[in-house]
């Protein structure tokens, strides 16, 4: 796994955040916020680490999230 720096992480940690309050509140488990979270991560991992890439990435997820999880 890659090292992130603070600042990045602070960067997905917002736009995991952000991409949350797109979830309507009674399927927002922490099962869905793990997978978002690890799709982000790995999102970032590729070199996609701008606030916006990563809430782009994390909201084209969503759907697919919801359907595969709940």
């Given at each position: 796994m890659?090292?992130?720096?603070?600042?990045l992480?602070?960067?997905m940690?917002a736009?995991l955040d952000?991409?949350?309050?797109?979830?309507?509140?009674?399927?927002?488990?922490p099962g869905?916020k793990?997978?978002?979270?690890?799709?982000?991560?790995?999102?970032a991992?590729?070199?996609?680490?701008?606030?916006?890439?990563?809430?782009s990435a994390?909201?084209?997820q969503?759907?697919?999230?919801?359907?595969?999880?709940?």
């Amino acid at each position: 796994m890659p090292s992130f720096s603070p600042a990045l992480i602070q960067t997905m940690r917002a736009a995991l955040d952000e991409a949350m309050t797109k979830i309507p509140l009674e399927q927002a488990t922490p099962g869905i916020k793990a997978a978002l979270a690890e799709y982000i991560l790995k999102t970032a991992a590729t070199g996609q680490t701008s606030y916006g890439g990563l809430l782009s990435a994390a909201s084209e997820q969503i759907q697919t999230l919801l359907s595969t999880m709940t």
